[in-house]
């Protein structure tokens, strides 16, 4: 099982990650290379999904840390940054395929997945970039590859402009560089107060998000199951593990501008992948790769904007000979 880390991010928010490389993880239970992914309560599955649980069920025993990143700082390392309203486990159907050879770590960013969920915030860009940029010094990953999706994909590369010395290498998975507007932003504002939660079972969950959601055009089970992830049991029933507001929050910060300067600052290799039915349009992306100076562009096939989650073996091996390129010494 992948081990939680204990780490502070910026102002002293207490930030859970989730080490891949654990020693033994050749004889897991999902056959070699595959490490159970713990879900936002620590629990996990056979095969690396995670089981939602009660917000009260006890978390997993933290590990020391310190030692392990002593140990192995000569290992390539990687972290994975996951979207908005995400946690590290939905990365765990297309981790297995960077855990050989590489320090792999998912991070639950804060207000998400195990992490802290302060008050107050902040949720600021410049939050969420300050505790990647603690994730990486504190456990001996840099200089590293930042692998991001949407929000996550954002924080990576402001974080590869803004300090260079700590990322080798970056991959953008469906994320956007140009503004999004107010539009978008009241329009989840709407979206999140549909919303019919509590929920009363998981079913539910999976039923509303993968078909009765009016975001939904077509049935998508794979959205359901998404969702149902991060998700906890509560005496009324089945809600977020994080504040929907703190959600809109965290996305206010960023959609009503534009990321292109930040972008053109990235001087490590780059590859941009969209999903053909993503977030990210084709030449938005391919603009994207023109303005990086070190990019690189590759898409998935029928898959939308959680690509690397619904279609994790074609999210490897769009990822996979890039990554062995940067991280082979």
Same mark, same amino acid.
């Given at each position: 099982m ?5 780490v502070t991010?910026?102002d002293g928010?207490?930030l859970?990650a989730?080490d891949?490389?654990a020693p033994d ?11 159970p ?5 620590g629990a996990?599955?056979p095969?690396g999904?995670?089981v939602?649980r009660p917000?009260?069920?006890?978390q ?5 840390q310190?030692?392990?990143a002593?140990?192995?700082a000569?290992?390539?390392?990687v972290l994975?940054?996951?979207g908005?309203?995400?946690h ?11 855990t050989g ?5 998912a991070?639950d960013?804060?207000g ?5 969920k =302060? &008050?107050? *915030?902040? +949720?600021?860009? @410049?939050a969420y970039v300050?505790?990647a ?9 840099g ?8 929000m ?6 402001q974080?590869?402009a ?8 970056l991959?953008i998975?469906?994320m ?9 932003q009241?329009?989840?504002q709407d979206w999140?107060?549909?919303?019919p939660a ?5 079913e539910?969950?999976?039923r509303?998000?993968g078909?009765?959601d009016p ?5 998508? =089970? &794979?959205? *359901?199951? +998404?969702f149902? @992830?991060?998700?906890?049991e509560h005496r009324d ?9 703190q959600?809109?929050t965290?996305?206010e910060?960023w959609?009503h501008d534009a990321h ?8 490590c290799?780059t590859?941009?992948?969209r999903?053909?039915?993503?977030e990210?349009?084709r030449?938005e992306a ?5 303005v990086?100076p070190h990019g690189?562009y590759a898409?998935i096939?029928?898959a939308?904007?959680l ?5 994790p073996?074609a999210w490897?091996e769009?990822?996979e000979?890039?990554?062995?390129g940067?991280?082979?010494?």
């Amino acid at each position: 099982m992948a081990r939680r880390l204990d780490v502070t991010g910026a102002d002293g928010v207490r930030l859970a990650a989730w080490d891949h490389t654990a020693p033994d993880r050749a004889a897991g239970p999902g056959g070699p290379g595959i490490v159970p992914q713990p879900g936002p309560d620590g629990a996990a599955r056979p095969g690396g999904r995670p089981v939602p649980r009660p917000a009260r069920a006890p978390q997993l025993p933290l590990a020391p840390q310190a030692a392990g990143a002593r140990s192995q700082a000569s290992v390539p390392g990687v972290l994975l940054l996951h979207g908005l309203m995400g946690h590290a486990g939905h990365w765990a159907p297309a981790v297995r395929r960077l855990t050989g050879g590489h320090r792999v770590v998912a991070l639950d960013q804060r207000g998400h997945g195990a992490s802290e969920k =302060p &008050a107050a *915030g902040p +949720f600021t860009r @410049e939050a969420y970039v300050a505790d990647a940029a603690a994730v990486v010094e504190q456990l001996g990953l840099g200089p590293v590859t930042l692998v991001g999706h949407s929000m996550g994909a954002l924080t990576a590369w402001q974080l590869a402009a803004e300090r260079p010395d700590l990322v080798r290498a970056l991959v953008i998975c469906d994320m956007r560089a140009s503004a999004l507007g107010a539009a978008s932003q009241r329009a989840w504002q709407d979206w999140f107060r549909r919303w019919p939660a509590p929920f009363p079972s998981l079913e539910a969950v999976h039923r509303w998000f993968g078909d009765e959601d009016p975001w939904v055009e077509t049935p998508n =089970p &794979a959205r *359901g199951a +998404f969702f149902a @992830e991060v998700m906890a049991e509560h005496r009324d029933g089945w809600r977020p593990v994080f504040d929907p507001e703190q959600m809109l929050t965290s996305r206010e910060t960023w959609v009503h501008d534009a990321h292109w300067d930040s972008l053109a600052q990235v001087r490590c290799p780059t590859l941009v992948v969209r999903g053909l039915d993503g977030e990210l349009g084709r030449a938005e992306a391919q603009e994207m790769v023109r303005v990086l100076p070190h990019g690189a562009y590759a898409e998935i096939p029928d898959a939308g904007h959680l690509l690397h989650y619904t279609h994790p073996e074609a999210w490897s091996e769009a990822v996979e000979p890039f990554l062995n390129g940067v991280l082979t010494p």
